[in-house]
């Protein structure tokens, strides 16, 4: 079972530099070290490209990493965000998928600024600055727009301006849910759907949906997360025990990019060692 308090537990959903978070992988590890966590799992928005100095920084403190990673994904059309922990970072046809996700952003990220530069005195170049190895996103434009003066920080440039409901937004390419599952479970890993109940949903997944989903061969289901609106969760959670899903607890940090706190929620150790049992990569 997930847990409420952050010592002594693993918080497996965070971002770093390399998608959306603002602090280095070594800097979460370090703060995860302070915090008295058992261990924490890196998941980047489509990348891996920061696990290891992840798993170095996390070695070098006594913190235990695993490796993991945020894919955008779709279900009946309505983005899904699916984790993916302990997959093989060799195992292609996932890696040859994610480029194909990474590749669509970056054209989506360009198309909004160039809408958005009609009305707002943004450049590509301040969006993307010098770090563009990493998964660039809507948190990136928002970034440039407070730097720029615009919004006072990343939740206000989203609610007012990169909203889906905004002229400026675009969609982005994303891999059905169902085929994701296939390929994590098939680069080794094991799939959790992430915070299926946050509220900046128009609709949380329902307890058909979570069937569906779970059906191609889901391991857990993040059902304790910051964003996850109390009203919808208890139906999940009966739906997760029915399927014989594990639960998970997370953050989602993203440093100062999100008001989430690092170990705001976290997962058992004795569930982190059975997810452990069944991955390619566990460490
Ligand atoms: P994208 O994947 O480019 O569409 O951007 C979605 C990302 O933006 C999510 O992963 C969140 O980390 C972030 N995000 C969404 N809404 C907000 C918000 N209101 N404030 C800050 N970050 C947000
Ligand atoms: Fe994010
Ligand atoms: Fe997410
Ligand atoms: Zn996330």
Partial sequence: MAEATGSGGYDLHTHSVFSDGTMRPGEIAREAAELGLAGFA???????????????AARAVGVDFLPGIEITTKHNGRSRHLLGYGIDPAAGELFEALAEVRSSRLGRAREMVRRLSANYAITWDAVVGEEDARTVGRPHIADALVAAGYFADRSTAFAEILHPRSPYYLGTY????????RLVNAAG??????????????TPTSARELREIAAAGLWAVE???????????PALVETASELGLAVTGSSDYHGAGKPNRLGQHTTAPALVERLRE???TPR
């Fill in 278 to 280: 069944r991955v390619a």
């Fill in 42 to 56: 890196l998941t980047d928005h489509d990348t891996v490209d920061g696990w290891e100095e992840a798993r170095e």
């Fill in 189 to 202: 890993g094991a799939a959790a759907l992430a915070h299926p109940a946050a509220f900046r949903q128009r």
């Fill in 174 to 181: 994303a891999i059905e849910t169902v085929e994701a599952i």
């Fill in 223 to 233: 059902l304790e997360h910051p964003e996850n609106r109390a009203d919808w969760v």
